[in-house]
């Protein structure tokens, strides 16, 4: 559905209306940081519920997917705009749950021209997700569903992830299922020309030992190869990470090397994040369960925070470290003075951020003061120590939002870290927040 609704539809709310400062204290500690919610979603029909991931355009603005909401309650995506100190949230788009997608649960990513593009897990022409892309005229914006799902045999199903562009304009994303043995796909899209895409699957997971079921999308490196994680399958069928590498031309099609199989002990269990990379081929994830805290019983889940470390030689084989077992606690002092900290559960969130220092920041959808989320930062180790954590945020499940489900984003050169909550906020349909160090 187009719509030509106001940029800046919510600018008669006012700045207080928007902005809410939240400033808590646990068990007589604050802190690391303080938030501020930049907007509560309000649900169908005016607004979007369950926000994901946000990216941010030259000019500062934010974009973003929710689940559902929206005038159809099919999903939607919507846009934060800074004016003066407060920020003005508007719907871009209002997904029909027909031909033009329905259940957009990606984060989305901006071309040179400002064009945006993600998925949907389900709708378009098959019902099977589509992949689309948004453009704005200077008053309108439109989409395009350029790839549905279910178009050809062996095609995937359910993109439960955005995509990545290359430097032709190439989208590379995974699929959940579908493909030839039904346990997801790793695909290439490419313009032929006249508006239309042609697809390539890259690799059909068997469900074996390369993995089943991605969640997260793909890491492509400047040589082409594509890095990702597979939530499941594997040696003990606990998920892969794995690196797909493009023929030499004329020659074979994409190879599949499983770097690491998860779950032969305490490395964690279900990655299901985005790998990112730091600048000596260091890959970095998550897995949602598994880890030094997970004790395989109920509301207890765990996740680990995990390195992988290249060989030096092609032949050996690729390494990993837990750098960080989610949902441990520690007490300091007695008394009244006791402060008791508990750490995140459950780290859902699409992908860490890395920061320039080499810290790493992300979320925890469960567990933390409240039980209801944690957005960390993870500092790493000095000579001869470990890495360490801070909570910077432990969500109490009102206002200041509950169960974050997305990454953290920096939109700017300062400190500041923005992200959102599925939940929460003056509706419990969801937030934006800013977290300022």
């Known amino acids: 559905?187009?719509?030509?609704?106001?940029?800046?539809?919510?600018?008669?709310?006012?700045?207080?209306?928007?902005?809410?400062?939240?400033?808590?204290?646990?068990?007589?500690?604050?802190?690391?940081?303080?938030?501020?919610?930049?907007?509560?979603?309000?649900?169908?029909?005016?607004?979007?519920?369950?926000?994901?991931?946000?990216?941010?355009?030259?000019?500062?603005?934010?974009?973003?997917?929710?689940?559902?909401?929206?005038?159809?309650?099919?999903?939607?995506?919507?846009?934060?705009?800074?004016?003066?100190?407060?920020?003005?949230?508007?719907?871009i788009w209002d997904f029909g749950g027909g031909t033009d997608g329905s259940q957009p649960q990606s984060q989305l990513i901006l071309d040179s021209a400002g064009n945006l593009y993600g998925t949907t897990v389900s709708g378009g022409r098959y019902n099977?997700?589509?992949?689309?892309?948004?453009?704005?005229?200077?008053?309108?914006?439109?989409?395009?569903?350029?790839?549905?799902?279910?178009?050809?045999?062996?095609?995937?199903?359910?993109?439960?992830?955005?995509?990545?562009?290359?430097?032709?304009?190439?989208?590379?994303?995974?699929?959940?299922?579908?493909?030839?043995?039904?346990?997801?796909?790793?695909?290439?899209?490419?313009?032929?020309?006249?508006?239309?895409?042609?697809e390539t699957i890259l690799l059909s997971f068997a469900g074996v030992s390369d993995g089943a079921a991605p969640r997260g999308g793909v890491l492509r490196d400047p040589a082409g190869n594509l890095f990702g994680t597979a939530q499941q399958g594997g040696t003990y069928n606990s998920g892969t990470a794995f690196e797909l590498s493009p023929p030499a031309v004329g020659g074979n099609p994409w190879t599949e090397k499983v770097l690491w199989a998860f779950g032969s002990g305490t490395d964690g269990r279900g990655p299901g994040a985005e790998l990112i990379s730091?600048?000596?081929?260091?890959?970095?994830?998550?897995?949602?369960?598994?880890?030094?805290?997970?004790?395989?019983?109920?509301?207890?889940?765990?996740?680990?925070?995990?390195?992988?470390?290249?060989p030096a030689s092609p032949s050996v084989k690729w390494t990993e470290a837990v750098i960080w077992s989610l949902g441990g606690s520690s007490s300091t002092g007695s008394g009244k003075n006791k402060v008791t900290v508990v750490d995140g559960q459950l780290p859902w969130a699409s992908s860490l951020l890395l920061g320039s220092s080499g810290n790493l920041y992300g979320t925890a959808m469960k567990g933390g003061a409240h039980g209801y989320g944690i957005a960390f930062k993870l500092t790493p180790p000095s000579a001869g120590s470990t890495w360490t954590e801070t909570i910077l945020w432990a969500f109490s499940g009102g206002l200041d939002g509950k169960s974050p489900q997305t990454g953290l984003t920096r939109i700017d050169t300062s400190s500041a870290l923005y992200g959102s909550t599925n939940n929460g906020g003056s509706n419990q349909d969801g937030t934006v927040f800013k977290i300022t160090p």
């Open 1 to 91: 559905m187009r719509t030509s609704k106001p940029r800046y539809v919510r600018a008669l709310l006012g700045v207080a209306a928007i902005m809410t400062f939240i400033t808590l204290a646990t068990h007589g500690r604050a802190f690391a940081a303080t938030e501020s919610v930049l907007h509560s979603f309000t649900g169908a029909p005016g607004d979007g519920y369950g926000p994901h991931d946000l990216v941010k355009d030259g000019s500062g603005n934010l974009y973003g997917t929710t689940l559902s909401g929206g005038t159809n309650n099919r999903g939607s995506v919507f846009e934060m705009t800074p004016i003066g100190s407060g920020w003005f949230e508007s719907i």
């Open 128 to 198: 099977l997700g589509t992949v689309f892309e948004l453009s704005f005229n200077g008053s309108t914006w439109s989409e395009t569903v350029l790839w549905d799902f279910g178009n050809v045999t062996g095609d995937g199903s359910g993109p439960l992830r955005g995509v990545t562009i290359d430097p032709s304009g190439n989208l590379y994303g995974t699929t959940s299922a579908g493909g030839a043995s039904g346990k997801g796909t790793v695909f290439e899209l490419s313009p032929v020309g006249g508006g239309l895409w042609n």
């Open 278 to 310: 730091d600048s000596s081929g260091n890959l970095y994830g998550t897995t949602w369960d598994g880890g030094t805290y997970d004790c395989h019983c109920p509301n207890n889940f765990g996740g680990t925070i995990f390195k992988l470390t290249p």
